[in-house]
């Protein structure tokens, strides 16, 4: 039995942006999603999914389900298997410390941990590039669009200056970053907000392309600041980040009522994290006023991920 284990991710700088060839910055999160793989006799693929209710199912009876896991998961053994020509049974068994509602990037998090458990199963070599590329793939066969920033962190883990589609992948050398992770309690939907942002674009293309410049220099102002754990401008350029994604109307009442709870309580900056609409937001801050801050934000409503950021990314258990 192989075990591999991926963790999920935060986008800190950049998200939208990301998209039109502009940087972000993700931050890797201590919650991590394991699949186990053993190798079948036969040529069924049989899935355990506790947090799904799944024991012992055959994948491809599955497939039809609602279940997005199954589709991600079944893309990636099937690009695995055409990629290095390899074929077999598999039990496969599925663990996660959270929920895919929380917008932590689990469906990246379940592909590469797949591949690099196939990778280390039919102990064909590969390296992080390759099972980032492999990963990102399987992410745009199943759902179409998506700059792989959330696969990037799960699959070099640390504090990433990314860009779309892996061009660039650089570390920012930095631990623990005095960060509160607050949940809205929404999910966000990622695919039609990324689609409104694009309309948006269409229509007015000098504003919008303005804004992605602006998020730009923000973004390289930030990857310098984080290195050199200046929290307190981190978090101004937070606050400035956020002020441009309210201009891309996708910021939402929930997210705001975190936001200013946060910002009240002291924070340094805040803004939210991902598509919007929902899912998470991030306040940064002195180290001895990160409990105050927690609490305001479950006052107005959110609910309080409690992760360390950075960690490490994908890896054999
Ligand atoms: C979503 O978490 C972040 C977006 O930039 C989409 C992406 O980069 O794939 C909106």
């Known amino acids: 039995m192989i075990k591999a284990s991926a963790p999920g991710k935060l986008m800190l700088f950049g998200e939208h942006a990301v998209i039109y060839d502009k940087p972000c910055i993700v931050a890797s999160v201590d919650h991590r999603i394991s699949v186990s793989l053993k190798k079948r006799n036969d040529n069924n693929i049989i899935l355990t999914a506790p ?10 009876d599955l497939e039809k389900s609602h279940f997005k896991k ?12 055409k990629k290095y020509d390899v074929k077999s ?23 590469v941990s797949a591949i690099k458990g196939l990778s280390e199963l039919f102990k064909i070599k ?5 099972v980032f ?7 745009l066969d199943v759902q179409g669009l998506g700059s792989g920033f959330d696969v990037a962190a799960a699959v070099y883990g640390g504090i990433l200056f990314f860009k779309t589609a892996g061009k660039v992948i650089k570390a920012i050398n930095v631990q623990n970053i005095p960060l509160v992770i607050g949940y809205t309690g929404i999910k966000a939907d990622t695919p039609t907000l990324v ?115 950075p960690t490490e990314g994908v890896r054999i258990e």
Not at 223 to 228: A, H, L, M, R
């Open 51 to 60: 947090e799904l209710n799944i024991e012992n199912e055959n994948i491809s």
């Open 70 to 81: 199954v589709s991600f998961l079944l893309t990636a053994i099937r690009n695995f298997f």
């Open 89 to 111: 049974g598999l039990d496969i068994k599925t663990q996660s410390e959270f929920s895919d509602k929380v917008g932590l990037g689990s469906s990246s998090a379940v592909v």
């Open 126 to 130: 590969m390296n992080e590039k390759d």
């Open 133 to 139: 590329d492999l990963s990102y793939q399987t992410v």
């Open 195 to 309: 689609k409104v942002v694009r309309e948006k674009r269409t229509k007015e293309p000098k504003k919008i392309n303005h804004i992605f410049n602006e998020i730009e220099k923000i973004v390289n102002l930030a990857k310098t600041e984080i290195e050199n754990k200046n929290w307190k401008e981190v978090g101004r350029l937070m606050n400035l980040n956020q002020d441009l994604l309210r201009n891309l109307d996708i910021s939402s009442k929930k997210l705001e009522n975190l936001i200013k709870a946060a910002l009240n309580a002291g924070a340094y900056g805040v803004k939210l994290s991902g598509a919007g609409g929902g899912d998470c937001m991030l306040a940064i801050s002195k180290k001895d006023n990160l409990d105050n801050i927690k609490k305001a934000i479950e006052k107005a409503g959110g609910s309080i991920i409690n992760a360390k950021i």
